[in-house]
């Protein structure tokens, strides 16, 4: 079975703090994601990755960076956290090719006081 | 731009009530229509994948149907462990990341 794995469930930071969010895929997958999830939003895509050190901006990429250092790992980064950042974060993978299915780690639940 | 548009926002069955949940879009080259469950506090889980109008999946209770404009999920006979909320999604045009709809939280009630 596809494992995506965040690193937090829960998170509470403060205004202005720096926030790393962490997720971890053991599939060997190309493409990594980072949404946001806010109710009646839907899901929104921050940033996405699909391969090491490469990056793309997704729709809603301001006051967020991200990181893949390692094929498996790709972290998202809030530079300066806000309360507008207050949300559920959700990382998903997937393979490269036809049936490129995204599979979806169990979301970080962040709340920016 | 391409959309995705699902309807209702929320449902309440009764436990044996069959029903139907929409989701139309539109995006320039269907490269392919996703259906996600998602339980409340918990990422979303796949169910199925649709890639051409006519084709059908079939998985326990739920049938997915697809047309050139959007998608239905047909839901059996449901049980109140089928309320979740689902997501339908399609392939965006720059190829590797997809466009979600809002979702459609399903209510079973025994």
């Known amino acids: 079975d596809v494992k995506v794995t965040q690193s937090s469930r829960y998170l509470v930071k403060r205004t202005g703090e720096k926030v790393f969010l962490e997720c971890v895929q053991d599939m060997d997958h190309e493409n990594m994601f980072w949404y946001r999830q806010d109710p009646g939003l839907g899901l929104r895509l921050i940033y996405f990755s699909y391969d090491v050190k490469m990056k793309e901006k997704g729709d809603i990429p301001e006051g967020y960076s991200v990181s893949r250092e390692k094929k498996e790992r790709f972290s998202l980064i809030l530079e300066s956290a806000s309360t507008n950042q207050t949300s559920m974060y959700l990382c998903?993978?997937?393979?490269?090719?036809?049936?490129?299915?995204?599979?979806f780690g169990a979301g970080t639940r962040l709340s920016v006081l | 731009e391409d959309q995705v548009t699902q309807s209702p926002e929320a449902l309440r069955l009764q436990e044996g009530e069959s029903s139907s949940l929409n989701c139309s879009y539109t995006v320039s080259g269907l490269r392919g229509l996703f259906w996600y469950r998602q339980d409340p506090g918990k990422g979303p889980e796949f169910l199925f994948t649709l890639y051409s109008a006519g084709e059908e999946k079939e998985k326990e209770r739920l049938k997915a149907t697809l047309t050139k404009k959007e998608s239905f999920l047909h839901i059996t006979a449901p049980k109140p462990e089928d309320s979740a909320t689902y997501l339908c999604?399609?392939?965006?045009?720059?190829?590797?990341?997809?466009?979600f709809g809002a979702g459609t939280r399903l209510t079973v009630k025994p």
């Open positions: 998903a993978s997937s393979p490269t090719g036809p049936k490129n299915i995204q599979y």
């Open positions: 999604a399609v392939h965006h045009r720059r190829g590797n990341d997809m466009r």
